[in-house]
Each structure stands twice: as structure tokens, then as C-alpha cells.
Nanobody, 115 residues
Framework: QVQLVESGGGLVQPGGSLRLSCAAS????????MAWYRQAPGKQREFVAT???????NYADSVKGRFTISRDNAKNTVYLQMNSLKPEDTAVYYCNAERDWVNYWGEGTLVTVSS
């Protein structure tokens, strides 16, 4: 089964940018639909963005126009480019891989948006 490791989180000022990476191992991501979710303190985990095996994308309304999900199957990596960050984007961001209704998760990377 695929294993996922997120990286790229950190502290950024409002209006800034970050790029998260999700590196996969033990399997190729080319056969998985990939997604990013996030969980803010005291809140439930929520959907952020997804990219299918055919590279079709979908976004939560709260991030549409600011975030971009992409995949590089050759590098077995998925990315989340986050621009115009807001304090409400502060959360632990999780990478997700889904195939045949089975989901796999990474451990998450913390993004803090604060001045």
C-alpha cells in the first residue's frame, strides 16, 4: 500500500505563499486519486483540493482561486501551491490517496498563517 509523507509547512505571514509536497512510496500515485485535506485546531478535517488520475481538479470554495493542486507522476509527488494565505488557512494539512474506495493518509504538515 502507498505511504505518504507531507512537507513544506511552516509559518508564513498573511498574503504569503507556501508550497506543500506529498511524496509517495511503496506504490505509484498514477493509479490513485490524490487530495489535500486540512484540520484546524478544534475543528473537523475538511476537504481542500483533489486531482484525479486524469488530472482533473476540484477545490473547496474557501481556497478556489488561491490554491493549486498538481501531480508529478514521474516524481511520485503531489503538490499544493498556496497563495494569498489567510489566518483562517492555519491548519495541519494532510495528503490523501484514494483507490477503489480505500483511503491512505500521511501524518500531516502544519501551516501557520500569522503576522
Amino acid at each position: 500500500q502507498v505511504q505518504l509523507v507531507e512537507s513544506g509547512g511552516g509559518l508564513v505571514q498573511p498574503g504569503g505563499s507556501l508550497r506543500l509536497s506529498c511524496a509517495a512510496s511503496r506504490d505509484t500515485i498514477s493509479i490513485y486519486s490524490m487530495a489535500w485535506y486540512r484540520q484546524a485546531p478544534g475543528k473537523q478535517r475538511e476537504f481542500v483540493a483533489t486531482i484525479t488520475t486524469g488530472s482533473h481538479t476540484n477545490y473547496a470554495d474557501s481556497v478556489k482561486g488561491r490554491f493549486t493542486i498538481s501531480r508529478d507522476n514521474a516524481k511520485n509527488t503531489v503538490y499544493l501551491q498556496m497563495n494569498s494565505l489567510k489566518p483562517e488557512d492555519t491548519a495541519v494539512y494532510y495528503c490523501n490517496a484514494e483507490r477503489d474506495w480505500v483511503n491512505y493518509w500521511g501524518e500531516g504538515t502544519l501551516v501557520t498563517v500569522s503576522s
